[in-house]
């Protein structure tokens, strides 16, 4: 059942994303899941408590975050089941959708190769803003091109390569457990003093989650871009994250460009080896490539969906 659900799923998100309409009125599902670990967060991550204290309470959230986000959509599945006699996948890959991020991940890196093309750098920065954690006020247009390709590379895993395979895998829960996992890894799977203990357990199972998506999506971009292969094999692991170099390994190869480097946080520069071994002078034509590697990718997935589909 999980086979046309994840197909027509791809196809829903990719025709429509999430609508702002809908983002304006009620947010979006994910925000539901930052309000619950941004919750328990300032409850139990208190100072005053042992360093193994709050690395329970860090693995009690992620815990909720867990069951809620599998248990609800389970409950919602078995109760359609029971109330309707026909086939339901129409109505799962309706609640599956959101999960999925083609088209929003697309819509936010397209603008700032326009704005590269129009030479209004300050726009570039401020939409490259809204999808890294870097410092981007004073980024060249290089390293703003390099920021937008990195993000849409990582976030290929992270927001369709992933959730996407834990829908094949598990069906709809499984989709939101990981995106419940994800989340929380995002919001508190951090190394400063503050997350280092109560966010450990987000970030270990984020790592978990990840482990088989991320490989299997850097061979999709590889694919996808027609090369990559020995990049990504020899410079995946010179990222911070045991995950998320793959799919950018994989997209400095078949883009035949050089990303990562020093970059810096809230004002202090971090020495990032380099990812990749072309050019480093990424400009908006890079970003467009990139963005055809991405859809191309895309399209993999839909085809994968599709065989299952067919196949069981």
């Not at 139990?44 to 867990?66: D, S």
Request: hydrophobic share 50%; with cysteine.
């Amino acid at each position: 059942m999980a086979e046309p659900i994840a197909l027509a799923a791809l196809m829903l998100d990719a025709a429509f994303g999430w609508p702002s309409a809908l983002y304006n009125r009620i947010g979006h599902p994910v925000g539901a899941f930052a309000r619950l670990i941004d919750g328990c967060e300032a409850a139990w991550n208190c100072p005053e408590h042992t360093e193994n204290r709050r690395k329970m309470m860090g693995v009690a959230t992620l815990l909720l975050v867990i069951l809620l986000g599998a248990g609800i959509p389970w409950l919602i599945e078995v109760s359609v089941y029971k109330m309707l006699d026909f086939s339901i996948w129409p109505i799962l890959a309706l609640l599956a959708f959101p999960g999925l991020a083609q088209r929003s991940l697309h819509d936010h890196v397209h603008p700032i190769a326009t704005a590269l093309e129009a030479g209004d750098l300050e726009k570039a920065r401020q939409s490259v803003a809204q999808i890294v954690g870097r410092d981007t006020a004073k980024l060249d247009e290089p390293a703003v091109a390099r920021a937008a390709i990195e993000s849409l590379a990582e976030s290929f895993c992270d927001g369709i390569a992933a959730p996407l395979f834990w829908l094949l895998i598990l069906g709809l829960p499984g989709l939101w457990a990981y995106k419940g996992i994800n989340t929380a890894d995002s919001l508190i799977g951090h190394r400063e003093p503050r997350w280092r203990a109560f966010g450990w357990a987000a970030a270990r199972f984020d790592d978990l989650a990840n482990l088989i998506p991320a490989r299997l999506g850097g061979a999709i971009l590889c694919v996808a871009g027609g090369g990559g292969w020995r990049t990504m094999w020899r410079d995946a692991r010179l990222h911070a994250s045991p995950n998320a170099g793959w799919t950018e390994a994989a997209m400095a190869g078949a883009l035949r460009l050089r990303l990562a480097g020093p970059v810096a946080y809230d004002g202090v520069m971090t020495d990032k080896p380099w990812i990749g071994s072309g050019d480093s002078q990424a400009t908006a034509a890079d970003i467009r490539r990139a963005l055809g590697v991405y859809r191309r990718a895309c399209l993999i997935l839909w085809i994968i969906a599709g065989g299952a589909a067919w196949a069981l």
